[in-house]
């Protein structure tokens, strides 16, 4: 399989330097709401919630969409990313590590008067991850630092839910990319939170802009309101061309211009659930972006899934790399 060189995906949302810190399941308690989910606080919370921990969190770039981006790059895709950092020492960490591996900063915003978001990621014993998150500098970028050029040259535009905390911020992206002539536009609803704080908007959203929607069973069920994710696939391909439901160590469900297939999860011993989303993105959209079928796009994602997962936090191994790209295009490959 050879990569069209036609292909480079733009991902948008909000650059956030990932802290990492592995806790006991009653430490949640210094964090508050919802084992599980995501939710938006300010510096100082967490900076409270460290400071109730003897243990120092790791580090690594991420971001929702970013780290989609990030894996698509990685598996050698041109990839561009739209977002705001702070002037600071984690926003040159930031940038410098993305274009380590590829990726066009050119579309970056840049703030010194705010610093460069992060999320902290409390991760317990069963794997799982309760997000807390300081969108610092990402928050600052405004619909009117967005416009249609930012998108030349793109053939997928990729976005992450997100983004509907920052008003019309989203939806002015989406009619920048479509100005700008992009093929097809991806969006992750990213939590359960987001769609329910959103569901005057998501609608509408996703039928007059989005070709391909990802949620996870939590987030399908919140949107379509029913337990049965059979169900909330065929729900969602009614506002999209292509609707999936990402079921963990169940696989995933793809329904895909009225077509519904089951795809399997590749079972692994999962320490950290982290970016395990995101990543199955990336393995998908480049499946999908290679004109493959949903059955080979839900197996490259399961393939990337699985890595993520079997590592902590959200960045695969430099040497673990060429085997997946192996596996992914032979997949692809396959008759």
Same mark, same amino acid.
């Given at each position: 399989m050879t990569i069209s060189n036609d292909i480079k995906v733009m991902g948008a949302g909000s650059p956030i330097l990932d802290m990492l810190l592995n806790v006991e399941d009653s430490f949640l308690a210094c964090a508050g709401g919802a084992k599980g989910g995501m939710e938006l606080v300010d510096s100082a919370r967490i900076?409270? #919630?460290?400071?109730?921990?003897?243990?120092? $969190?790791? /580090?690594? $770039?991420?971001?929702?969409a970013a780290n989609t981006i990030g894996g698509l790059a990685r598996l050698g895709i041109k990839t561009a990313f739209l977002g705001k950092i702070g002037l600071d020492e984690d926003g040159n960490f930031y940038k410098n590590?993305?274009?380590? #591996? =590829? =990726?066009?900063?050119?579309? *970056? /915003?840049?703030?010194? +008067?705010?610093?460069?978001? /992060?999320?902290?990621?409390?991760?317990t014993p069963d794997s799982e991850r309760t997000m807390r998150t300081d969108l610092g500098a990402a928050a600052a970028l405004s619909p009117d630092e967005v416009s249609s050029a930012d998108y030349k040259g793109i053939s997928?535009?990729?976005?992450? &839910?997100?983004?509907? *905390?920052?008003?019309?911020l989203l939806v002015r992206t989406l009619k920048a990319a479509r100005e700008a002539g992009v093929k097809t536009i991806s969006f992750d609803m990213a939590s359960f939170e987001v769609v329910k704080f959103n569901m005057d908007k998501l609608p509408g959203i996703l039928k007059d802009y989005i070709d391909i929607v990802f949620a996870n069973e939590v987030e399908a069920e919140t949107f379509c309101g029913t337990k049965d994710p059979e169900a909330a696939v065929?729900?969602?391909? %009614?506002?999209?061309?292509?609707?999936?439901? +990402?079921? =963990? +160590? %169940?696989?995933? #469900?793809?329904?895909?211009? &009225?077509?519904?297939?089951?795809? $399997?999860?590749?079972?692994? +011993?999962?320490?950290?659930?982290t970016g395990a989303g995101d990543l199955w993105q990336s393995g998908f959209l480049y499946a999908f972006l290679n004109g493959a079928s949903s059955e080979k796009c839900g197996q490259c994602g399961s393939v990337l899934g699985a890595e993520v997962v079997?590592?902590?936090g959200a960045a695969i191994p430099e040497d673990r790399w060429p085997s997946i790209r192996s596996r992914v295009k032979s997949i692809i490959n396959q008759n």
């Open positions: 900076d409270s #919630i460290l400071a109730k921990s003897s243990s120092v $969190p790791s /580090r690594a $770039p991420g971001g929702s590590f993305y274009q380590s #591996i =590829g =990726g066009d900063t050119s579309a *970056f /915003r840049y703030t010194d +008067k705010i610093h460069t978001g /992060r999320c902290l990621s409390l991760i997928h535009y990729h976005a992450e &839910g997100y983004m509907l *905390f920052a008003g019309d065929k729900k969602l391909a %009614e506002y999209c061309s292509v609707a999936v439901v +990402k079921l =963990g +160590k %169940e696989g995933s #469900i793809i329904c895909r211009d &009225g077509k519904t297939v089951r795809v $399997p999860a590749e079972l692994v +011993k999962a320490v950290d659930t079997s590592v902590i």
